[in-house]
């Protein structure tokens, strides 16, 4: 999409679809600069169709006194109740409105208000894109017309412009996760995951991208990981994307993904409903490859390595069984309990993997476990570090994102529910704490490093409509330009 910024000099005079006007209820008692445009919403208001409640739209269809066909106000709420949040729930409905009334472009006038110009600019350059996703691969019904041109009424100046690209970016990157998340499981294995990052590597000098085949993760010693492509005959792929935007010296940001690319539960096989949704189990990789192309986008000076561990997960006569012994590249053996409990068994060889580039930090994202879903819904995404102040970073950026996550215990005391007879730790640690000890496994492998793990099971994808959320793409984003700053 085509975005731009354009000064606000006689908004009343902008030729588009739509001239969209943002409002807060008590901007509506006072003038704007603009007469004619005053003049209108004046009216509007006097007749009682607008009140500027947070979220209401109105659409005016004809507007002879506007150089632009249409009106669209959008309401904010009360002035002093304006926050992020509000503002993106507001400019989601007016998203909405955009593309109920099929617009093809349109102009937004900022709200004059205690929200930053930067800040309104980067989330409506990030929604504008988000909005303009649908899914069409697998589909014979063509798509629905798009916003194309999209024109924000602010000045030009560079930190606007800088919000502008951001937004967009992240925008982009939210979309290349939901894609990826959405495509059936035959169409995304982990060879075409391995496919599109080398697409990726070849759109920019400054991302190198390898791909490890089955027989080099032998070669390294991955028998955690290999369980469990042991039953399909889909080959998996470790697929390592080097961003090098920082200098030489300067200790990488890794992110680790769980690429899952459709998950049965193996041998410990799942019960058939909604099994379908367990396509998703590869949101965590598609939310790297998001991150790792709004990063290259962004030419963002910092380095970022980001891993992604893609596997399929199937019964056969090869499968891994409950109570096989596998080593991990660690050298800590592992009781495979439950074949089912695979995301930990693919991640704890990324893991260790990731040690090589000397890390600044390490996060995992994984649709980890159905029991973070019971523990936090759809809302929060389920955040274990072992560093507090690194945790406390990671729950800022979600914050302002507007990509929130919940910090949940790792204590000592959860990690004998881990105990095996006959290996050093297994793979589940029974039914209480399902999530907390699913981290306390991925935490023996990351003892060397600042790490946190985001269990994204119940944020990464919706059942209703069901659809990929690209999350945590704009919370990962969030961070890695707090660290690029
Ligand atoms: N991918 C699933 C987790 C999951 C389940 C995410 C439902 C979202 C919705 C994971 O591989 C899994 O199967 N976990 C098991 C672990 C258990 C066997 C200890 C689970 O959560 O039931
Ligand atoms: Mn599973
Ligand atoms: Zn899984």
Redesign the pocket.
């Known amino acids: 999409m085509q975005i731009s910024l354009k000064a606000p000099t006689s908004p009343s005079r902008q030729k588009s679809a739509a001239l969209v006007v943002l409002l807060t209820s008590d901007d509506l008692k006072k003038p704007c600069g603009d007469d004619a445009l005053n003049e209108l919403i004046n009216r509007i208001h006097k007749r009682g169709d607008f009140e500027g409640k947070a979220s209401q739209t109105f659409l005016l269809p004809l507007c002879d006194t506007l150089s632009a066909e249409r009106l669209l106000l959008v309401g904010l709420g009360e002035a002093k109740l304006l926050d992020e949040k509000v503002f993106d729930k507001a400019t989601t409905a007016m998203f909405k409105a955009i593309r109920q009334y099929k617009l093809g472009d349109a102009a937004i006038l900022l709200n004059q208000s205690t929200l930053s110009e930067e800040s309104q600019i980067r989330r409506l350059a990030c929604g504008a894109e988000t909005s303009n996703y649908q899914y069409t691969a697998s589909l014979s019904k063509k798509p629905d017309p798009k916003l194309k041109k999209l024109v924000l009424l602010a000045s030009a100046n560079s930190a606007n412009r800088k919000a502008m690209a951001q937004g967009q970016s992240i925008g982009r990157g939210i979309n290349v996760a939901r894609e990826l998340g959405n495509l059936p499981g035959n169409y995304c294995t982990p060879t075409f995951l391995a496919k599109e990052a080398k697409a990726l590597g070849r759109k920019s000098d400054k991302l190198k991208v390898s791909v490890l085949d089955e027989k080099k993760m032998r070669e390294l010693g991955m028998g955690s990981f290999l369980s469990v492509t042991a039953g399909t005959d889909e080959p998996a792929k470790m697929i390592v994307m080097e961003y090098h935007g920082g200098k030489k010296s300067d200790k990488p940001r890794v992110l680790v993904g769980k690429g899952?690319t459709f998950?049965s539960?193996g041998i410990s096989i799942?019960p058939g409903a909604k099994m379908d949704e367990m396509k998703f189990?590869m949101c965590g990789a598609a939310s790297v490859m998001g991150t790792m192309t709004a990063v290259t986008e962004l030419e963002l000076p910092i380095n970022v390595v980001g891993i992604i561990a893609a596997a399929e997960?199937l019964p056969s006569g090869r499968a891994t069984k409950p109570g096989d012994v596998v080593t991990s590249m660690s050298g800590q053996t592992i009781e495979v309990l439950n074949t089912?409990?695979?995301?930990r068994l693919v991640l704890c060889d990324a893991l260790t993997y990731a040690e090589r580039f000397k890390p600044a930090t390490v996060i995992d994202i994984a649709t980890l476990t159905g029991a973070c879903v019971v523990a936090l819904g759809k809302h929060a995404t389920g955040l274990y570090s072992n560093s507090d102040d690194f945790a406390r970073q990671l729950i800022d950026a979600g914050e302002r994102s507007g990509d929130r996550a919940w910090q949940m215990p790792l204590w000592d005391e959860y990690q004998n529910q881990l105990d095996s007879n006959f290996a050093d730790i297994a793979n589940i640690g029974g039914p209480e704490a399902g999530s907390v000890t699913a981290a306390c496994f991925l935490a023996r492998f990351t003892k060397n490093m600042t790490w946190a793990h985001l269990d994204i099971a119940g944020t990464a994808w919706l059942s209703a409509p069901k659809g990929a959320t690209g999350r945590p793409v704009g919370l990962l984003m969030q961070y890695l330009l707090d660290c690029a700053n």
């Open positions: 899952i998950d539960g799942k189990d997960n089912d409990a695979e995301g």
